[in-house]
Structures are given as structure tokens and as C-alpha cells.
């Protein structure tokens, strides 16, 4: 079955480390997408990437980084340089970028210790 | 750029009963909506969307909504609540493709109502 997988399921990291995220779709989708979620926070974007090689910010993208050197996979790093990392972080894909259903992962949740 | 408000943070309702959550958008353009569903620790199901045409959806367990451009409103119904159907609701809207009016491109989250059932 198609689908998106993230993983770790759960993450901890010391402060100061960096952490990289995974997400790998196999559903032939062009656009990938990482939300942050925060407690009554809902989800805010935090990159999203419309074709292979190319990405841009979303509304929270500082302290984050990302890649796309396949169109299947769109990892996130999350870097030292963000101040309150722990969250529950969920990567989407769509067909194509616009509006468009999103399908979404399990998500990762990190706390950082 | 578009926004979503959900003005419940929390719904209780007995289960049998009906439900509505309210949602709220703004955009200056067509607008693209959607209801997402999260069960605790997983990520988001969708329920329905709305892109055109009638402006009341079905969407899967049981659920409708009806786009009301007037009221900018795209409010969840179900006529008779489960005990499953505890959980996260979240309301969305969407940039068309090749709309270039600011915004990045993704869904626009409101920040959920959270449904707990009564039995």
C-alpha cells in the first residue's frame, strides 16, 4: 500500500545536537511538506517542497533545514540553532503543489532533554 | 495570506447526539477547504474537502460540511456522535495552483477543536 513513512516514531536529543528527521513516500507524489504541532498551537509549516532539488520556507523555518535529492524522500534536520525543538513534527505529500489533499505521516515526536 | 479560525478549543458532546465544529476562513480568492481527523500521536486523516460545485460535501464516517461563502464559514456536522469519533479536528484551507497572492503553498491549519464524547 502506498503511503508516507516517518521515522523515529520518538526521538531524544541532548541540547546542542542536531537531529534528522525521515520521510519517505512511495506514492508518487511531486510536493512534500514538514508541519510543526504544538499543543493548541495547531500545525505550522516549516518547509515544503514542490520538485526534486527545490524547497522553500514555510512560516517557521528558522533553526530548521531540509532536502530533496529524491522525489521520494524530504528529510529534516533540526538544528541546534532552534530554541524549543521538542514538538510532534509531521511530514505530508500531495500530488502537486496548490490545493491540493494533503497525506500526512504518523509524525515523530522529539523531546529534547 | 489565508488564515483558518476555529473558535472551540473543546466540544463535549453525549454520544448519539449532534455535532457541529465551526470553522472560520479568510482568503481573497476561491477558496479550497478541508477537515482533517487526528487520533492522539498519529497523524491527520481527511474527512471531506470542498473545492466547487455543491456546497454541501460528504466526507467519510458519517460526516458533512457545508460551505457557506456569505458567512466564510465551513462548518463539520455529524448527525449522531460515536464514542470513536473522539478526537482532534482540524479545519484547512488552500492556495489554488499558480495563485501567486502571498502565503507559502501547503494547507492552512486552524488550530483544532478537540471533540471528547460523553456516554
Known amino acids: 500500500d502506498g503511503g508516507i513513512t516517518q521515522s523515529p516514531k520518538y526521538l531524544f536529543r541532548k541540547e546542542g545536537q542536531n537531529v534528522t528527521l525521515s520521510c519517505e513516500q512511495n506514492?508518487?507524489?511531486?510536493?512534500m511538506y514538514w508541519y510543526r504541532q504544538d499543543p493548541g498551537q495547531g500545525l505550522r509549516l516549516i518547509y515544503y517542497?514542490?520538485?526534486?532539488?527545490?524547497?522553500q520556507k514555510g512560516d517557521i523555518a528558522e533553526g530548521y533545514s531540509v532536502s530533496r535529492e529524491k522525489k521520494e524522500s524530504f528529510p529534516l534536520t533540526v538544528t541546534s540553532a532552534q530554541k524549543n525543538p521538542t514538538a510532534f513534527y509531521l511530514c505530508?505529500?500531495?500530488?502537486?503543489?496548490?490545493?491540493?489533499?494533503?497525506?500526512f505521516g504518523a509524525g515523530s515526536r522529539l523531546t529534547v532533554l | 495570506a489565508q488564515s483558518v479560525t476555529q473558535p472551540d478549543i473543546h466540544i463535549t458532546v453525549s454520544e448519539g447526539a449532534s455535532l457541529e465544529l465551526r470553522c472560520n476562513y479568510s482568503?481573497?480568492?476561491?477558496?479550497?477547504l478541508f477537515w482533517y481527523v487526528q487520533s492522539p500521536g498519529q497523524g491527520l486523516q481527511l474527512l471531506l474537502k470542498?473545492?466547487?460545485?455543491?456546497?454541501l460535501v460528504q466526507g467519510i464516517k458519517g460526516f458533512e460540511a457545508e460551505f457557506k461563502r456569505s458567512q466564510s464559514s465551513f462548518n463539520l456536522r455529524k448527525p449522531s456522535v460515536h464514542w470513536s469519533d473522539a478526537a482532534e479536528y482540524f479545519c484547512a484551507v488552500g492556495v489554488e495552483a499558480g495563485y501567486s497572492g502571498g502565503g507559502a503553498d501547503g494547507l492552512t491549519f486552524g488550530k483544532g477543536t478537540h471533540l471528547i464524547i460523553q456516554p
Open positions: 506514492l508518487n507524489h511531486d510536493a
Open positions: 517542497s514542490q520538485i526534486v532539488n527545490d524547497f
Open positions: 482568503y481573497g480568492a476561491t477558496p479550497y
Open positions: 505530508a505529500s500531495s500530488p502537486s503543489s496548490g490545493a491540493n489533499v494533503l497525506t
Open positions: 470542498y473545492f466547487s460545485g455543491d456546497t
